[in-house]
């Protein structure tokens, strides 16, 4: 069992890298070693936030794994080079912590699986909305059984746009987002932008978990693209499993973000039992149980989280020191189901029909 890790963060592209590089360094058996991007000026913010020396910073790959020498890495690509780099640092034999979503197609994750494989590298893809209270409390009522068996997800998420922020929510002006949008990878459909991609990857991965593994029939999608934009803004994704129909809609321009006040629609879940319902809205300090017992509904307080339960960070390298495999949304296993939803529900938005779950 390894009592402290060294860690590298390889490209900012995805402003969620200062946030988990934050949590390496909160975390007390870990270390942030190096940081690395095509574009120094990404790693601004984070170097000033970690107190990392120049010398930390590189924007050569290889050299900050052979300078760094991480025990494991965290990446944050934009979703098109997600199998691209899994399959550059593989061989390595490091442990790879990869933010979400897992790919932007399911032949991608499948090579990333197989990639990971064939070094027997571990694998973990990081859903953020795994880690809030009122989501993991809910997961445990139902694996407690008190709304019975899952039947339908009903989801609704998304925020005014991801380049109304950057690392820890920090707001930037609709000036700027105007100026980042002709560049921004959220914005190009070769490099896995659009609503869909990026939000429907959390809600059919994380209703997977709440339905235990289910595997669904076929997928019906809608998306609405605005004109001069080649990716979507808004999605509307209808999953029949043999026991019925859930839902999962995304949103870029809801009318407010969801950590700041909540939108109406609210961002998060609502959970549809044999034997009750649960909501569990993002963030929110309770959620509200209705059962046979109380058709009326409960409010009930949302789980205090303990360690390593609380983030990505603590739950990877308590799986590391453990030797247990990853679990639950994180794990390819899991997330690879949802990427076959959002790969059939792409694939269904652009032919404009039903189709079968892809394989």
């Known amino acids: 069992m390894k009592s402290n890790y060294r860690v590298a963060g390889i490209s900012f592209e995805h402003m ?13 058996n870990c270390e942030v070693v190096g940081a690395c991007d095509s574009q120094p000026s990404r790693m601004l913010d984070a170097q000033r ?12 790959w290889f050299q900050c794994i052979e300078e760094s020498r991480p025990d494991w890495i965290v990446l944050c690509p934009a979703t098109g080079d ?15 912590l990869l933010e979400k979503p897992m790919a932007a197609s399911l032949a991608d994750a499948d090579r990333m699986i197989a990639a990971c494989a064939a070094h027997d590298v571990v694998l973990a893809i990081n859903w953020p909305l795994v880690w809030v209270p009122s989501h993991r409390t809910t997961k445990r009522l139902i694996d407690q059984g008190v709304i019975g068996e899952v ?19 920090r707001e930037v002006t609709a000036e700027e987002v105007q ?4 560049s921004s ?10 609503s869909l991609l990026d939000y429907l990857g959390y809600g059919v991965t994380l209703g997977t978990w709440f339905m235990n593994c ?21 999605s509307i994704t209808i999953v029949r499993y043999q026991n019925g129909l859930s839902k999962f809609e995304t949103r870029w321009g809801t009318f407010t973000d969801p950590w700041t006040h909540q939108p109406q629609p609210r961002c998060g879940f609502v959970i549809v039992g044999s034997e009750g319902t649960i909501s569990s809205y993002d963030y929110s300090a ?5 059962t046979r017992q109380c058709p009326e509904g409960e409010a009930v307080p949302a789980d205090h989280i303990d360690p390593p339960y609380q983030d990505p960070v603590q739950y990877f390298v308590d799986c590391l020191r453990q030797g247990r495999e990853i679990e639950g949304p994180l794990s390819p296993k899991i997330s690879r189901i949802g990427q076959q939803i959002v790969d059939t529900a792409h694939a269904s938005a652009q032919q404009k029909r039903t189709l079968r779950l892809l394989s």
């Not at 998420?157 to 950057?166: A, E, F, I, S, Y």
């Not at 309770?286 to 209705?290: A, F, H, R």
């Open 16 to 28: 969620h890298m200062e946030d988990n590089l934050k949590m390496v360094a909160q975390h007390a």
């Open 49 to 60: 936030s970690l107190g990392l020396s120049d010398q930390q910073l590189y924007t050569d």
């Open 82 to 96: 997600h199998a691209l780099w899994v399959e550059r640092l593989a061989p390595l034999g490091l442990p790879l």
């Open 151 to 169: 039947l339908e997800v009903h989801y609704y998420n998304g925020n005014r746009g991801p380049l109304w922020h950057t690392a820890e929510k």
């Open 179 to 182: 100026q980042q949008k002709p």
């Open 185 to 194: 990878w959220f914005y190009s459909k070769a490099r896995g932008g659009g």
């Open 214 to 234: 289910k595997i669904p029939i076929e997928v019906t999608a809608m998306v609405d693209q605005p004109e001069g934009l080649e990716v979507d803004e808004h």
């Open 286 to 290: 309770s959620i509200l149980v209705q």
